[in-house]
């Protein structure tokens, strides 16, 4: 498995600070689709990249919990090893990422009906509340999304 380098922390704020939105950057919540992708070098990661570039990145607050349980997956499907998880690990709390503010009674209501999972719930409603634009990988989301209102954030 090809690891990124380790994502250097700008701001200077380690994993799990609430770090103050400030007035004139630009925020944009991404999902875990993203951040995996960042992570695990995925093709679209340069994109990602260049278009989150500059921008404060707002999460939602089980972005870390998804992380981990993907990363638990890729060892189970035999595609990294313990070793080659915790060496992501160590990446993605240098992310410098801002827990946003979600509505879990909107977001479960959310998931109940448009059958997304609870946790693609909670991403759309943390862009909701924040009124900020989404980028995520994950179509379905993209379009349950677009059509509660969330501007959508595209990689060009």
């Keep these: 498995m090809t690891l990124p380098a380790a994502l250097a922390n700008s701001d200077g704020y380690p994993y799990g600070t609430i770090v103050p939105l400030i007035v004139g950057v630009p925020v944009v919540v991404v999902d ?14 340069g994109a990602i990249l260049g278009r989150t570039r500059g921008q404060r990145l707002l ?13 638990v997956a890729l060892v189970r499907r035999q595609l990294a090893t313990g070793a080659d998880i915790a060496r992501i690990w160590r990446s993605f709390t240098k992310i410098p990422l801002t827990i946003g503010d979600c509505d879990i009674p909107a977001a479960l ?3 109940v009906e ?3 999972y609870a946790y693609d719930a909670f991403v759309i409603e943390t862009a909701r509340a924040a ?14 999304a677009a059509a509660r209102g969330v501007e959508i954030l595209e990689l060009t």
Excluded: H, K, M
């Design 32 to 45: 875990t689709s993203v951040v995996l992708a960042v992570l695990l070098n995925e093709p679209t990661r």
């Design 114 to 116: 448009s059958g997304l």
């Design 59 to 71: 999460v939602a607050g089980s972005l870390e919990w998804e992380i981990g349980n993907a990363l």
């Design 131 to 144: 009124t900020v634009p989404l980028l995520t990988l994950d179509e379905r989301q993209r379009r349950v």
């Design 109 to 111: 209501s959310l998931a």
